[in-house]
């Protein structure tokens, strides 16, 4: 049987797996573990000055060693539908999207060359990209066009949530209609799916459980997930110690602090653009006349310093903490602007509670185009970290009783699936 990769390449993380002769799918692991973080460092070698990348965990490190000399590369998955970026500069160089992409993809797949050689590969996409205009077809293009550059022209390219159905289906065994909810950083994607045992056998290693008729009936996506989460707590917790709600001058006349800013940097894959001069200049300007202007200095050392990635992890973890546990504290300084705000889940659901209802809005929508009522659905499955958020979890269990919702593999059920789908499609 011809080897199968499957890559789920992220907006935060990325997962590679193999389906073995014998019908296994393993996670090929780098020596930082089974997750590959989707990231790029650039930074200029002190001896020379020549320019060096990093990816992944080691971007990570790079970064956080000099985050001044370097530029941390972000969410690079979230711009595929926007013909609004078409290329940014690096250290002197211009870099495309698609090479930027590339770059990272061939950082991600280089420990893996023997499992690579002649392998059928399987790539994932999201139902709809982000993006509020976003175009999902330019998005796809884009996406396979990053892989030809890394040296994969000759792909398959699958649903996510499809392919974390198809990892889910080991475990049925009858015939099922099944909603499965894929949750990432970028988008939420749901796809209403019917397994069917009685497949044709691939190998005579496969058994009746994992070969079977799989139909997509009808899907729906929504771009926003926990990244969007992220960007809650950001608005509501950070920003205004940075200004947002203020007011500044012109002529003795009050104006608001310009909310656009702190859209942008709420929003981690928008984080970089802001230290344009042009930007910088503008926030330092109305900082001269604003009635608290050391919240926008400190807004500036932030951008110019970069640490929006230390910022991340810390609004990250008391995400995560949420969904244990009622409240939390987010902690986090840079210099002389530290915070230790105590965060209620209750609140956070409030905020999130916009979010909420675009999720099950695009539930609803899937259901509609597959034409299978709520009742005609026997199981749920939810995979992605941010289905590990109770007030998402419940969508699912008010629409669908909590005894039909199930999860599992929230970081790499997506890859498996694609394997399988490989060895279906062979």
Known sequence: MR???????????????????????VTLRHDTGEVFRSVLCFWSDPVGGAARHAAGPRAIEAYLEEPLASRLVMSMKSYLAQRSFVETRILGRRFTLEALIALFLRELLAPFGAEMTDAQVVVGRPVRFVGDRADDDFGEARLRAAFAAAGLPGLEVALEPAAAGQRFAGGIERAETVLVGDFGGGTSDFSVLRFEPGGARRSPGDSAANSRRVTALGHAGVGLAGDA?????????????????????????PLP?????????????QLPLMRGPKTLREIAEVARTADHPE??????????????????????SAKAALSTEERTVLRFQHEDFAVEAPIERVDFETWIAPDLKRMEAAVEA?????????????????????SLVPAVRAIFARRFGEERVFGGGEFVSVAEGLALMGREAA
């Open 366 to 386: 899937a259901l509609l185009d597959s034409g299978v009522p709520a009742e005609g659905v026997d199981r749920v499955f939810l995979t992605g970290g941010t």
């Open 295 to 316: 919240r926008l200095g400190h807004l500036i050392r932030l951008i110019e310093d970069e640490a929006g990635y230390s910022l991340y992890r810390a609004v990250s």
């Open 229 to 253: 989460f992220d960007m809650r707590i950001i608005d509501r917790v950070i920003s205004p110690l940075l200004g947002k709600g203020g007011e500044y001058r012109v002529m003795g006349k």
């Open 3 to 25: 080897p199968v990769i499957g890559i789920d390449f992220g907006t935060t993380n990325s997962v590679v797996t193999a389906l073995r002769p014998d019908g296994e799918v």
């Open 257 to 269: 602090i310009p909310p656009g800013w702190y859209a942008s940097f709420a929003r981690w894959h």
